[in-house]
């Protein structure tokens, strides 16, 4: 099976440029979360989506990102401009609501670098 | 609202000790209880779950008991390995859409 599928996995850009991380779920989750994690503030949730329908995106740093859920299939983040500070790893998870354990699954993650 | 405390690290063993981290939470309702863990360079990945009361959940030489009178679920290890360095996060879900995770745990096992 596939596991959620994230890409690029890394990602070097200059402060100012927009910034597209993207993420495919595994088949059949209707949960989806984006996370970032870093060395400070350790793994924050950012958004999480229920049927593509943004559910809670108080995690969002400021109206610089934004996250797009368009299909069951596929969501994307995007930063607008990027900052120094935006340099992380940013992590894609999804699960299923019929799962009696409401485990999460996580993909590979993409590490970002805004120079 | 619902949280979860873990122990601090950075921890460091030697090959063979015994391995604890504990982990606290306070939650509305009666959650499900998970330890993820994390390897070098990877996503979180779960280690082990447990859903009710005295429940234990185990996986590769890892056991965690769900102990609902003192609200944890510590990790416990009789024998760790260089492998299992890596850090570890305790969760929980309380069937709401979002899980709650503590802050990690660094293990390092030094042969």
């Known amino acids: 099976d596939a596991g959620v599928i994230q890409s690029p996995r890394h990602e070097v850009t200059e402060m100012g440029q927009e910034v597209t991380l993207r993420c495919k779920p595994i088949?059949?989750?209707?949960?989806l979360f984006w996370y970032r994690q870093t060395m400070m503030r350790g793994l924050e949730l950012l958004i999480y989506?229920?049927?593509?329908?943004?559910?809670?995106d108080s995690g969002m740093p400021e109206d610089r990102f934004s996250a797009k859920m368009p299909n069951a299939s596929f969501s994307t983040l995007k930063i607008q401009p990027s900052e120094p500070r935006d340099s992380a790893v940013y992590f894609c998870?999804?699960?299923?609501?019929?799962?009696?354990?409401?485990?999460?699954?996580f993909g590979p993650g993409t590490r970002l670098t805004v120079l | 609202g619902d949280s979860v405390t873990q122990m601090e690290g950075p921890v460091t063993l030697s090959e063979e000790a015994f391995l604890t981290i504990n982990c606290t939470y306070t939650?509305?309702?009666?959650?499900?209880l998970f330890w993820y863990v994390q390897y070098p360079g990877e996503g979180l990945q779960l280690l082990l779950k447990?859903?009710?009361?005295?429940d234990k959940g185990s996986n590769k030489g890892f056991e965690a008991t769900y102990r609902k009178e003192t609200t944890s679920f510590h990790l416990e290890k009789g024998s760790v390995q260089v492998s299992d360095s890596a850090v570890y996060f305790c969760?929980?879900?309380?069937?709401?859409?979002?899980?709650?995770f503590g802050d990690g745990t660094t293990l390092t096992v030094k042969p």
């Open positions: 998870a999804s699960r299923s609501a019929l799962s009696s354990y409401n485990e999460q699954f």
């Open positions: 088949s059949g989750h209707d949960y």
């Open positions: 989506f229920n049927n593509n329908v943004p559910i809670d």
């Open positions: 939650a509305t309702g009666y959650p499900s």
């Open positions: 447990a859903t009710k009361a005295d």
């Open positions: 969760a929980l879900n309380t069937n709401a859409g979002k899980s709650t």
